[in-house]
């Protein structure tokens, strides 16, 4: 846990970029010492269809999907860290979002196989 969802537009971002953002995203919940490095899961999504009110470019879009324990100062820590970590990184996008979702605890189910 956190489990990061990243999406973004297909034509503009390639396989290169992507992996930098998902590295930087990773590195910068480490340097936050919210998460170790082992519970951080990071995977992205390409659209290729979108609108945009703005304008045609198109946006990145980043879910971090945490236990519903966290409080709310720990959930801005979270996103401001993965916001600032990307933003060097001059990511083709009109705007970038981070949005933290809750999981419940109770509906949570894993399982790992041996």
């Not at 959930?75 to 996008?93: E, M, Y």
């Amino acid at each position: 846990m956190p489990h990061i969802i990243v999406e973004y537009a297909k034509q503009r971002v390639n396989d290169t970029q992507v992996d930098v953002m998902l590295h930087t995203i990773h590195h910068s919940i480490v340097e936050s010492s919210l998460y170790k490095p082992v519970m951080i899961k990071t995977r992205a999504y390409a659209f290729t269809k979108f609108t945009n009110t703005g304008g045609s470019e198109p946006y990145i879009h980043i879910q971090a999907r945490i236990k519903a324990t966290q409080d709310i100062d720990k959930k801005k820590k979270l996103s401001d860290s993965i916001l600032k970590g990307l933003r060097v990184l001059n990511v083709p996008a009109a705007v970038i979002t981070v949005e933290i979702i809750d999981m419940e605890r109770e509906s949570y189910g894993k399982y790992a196989p041996d």
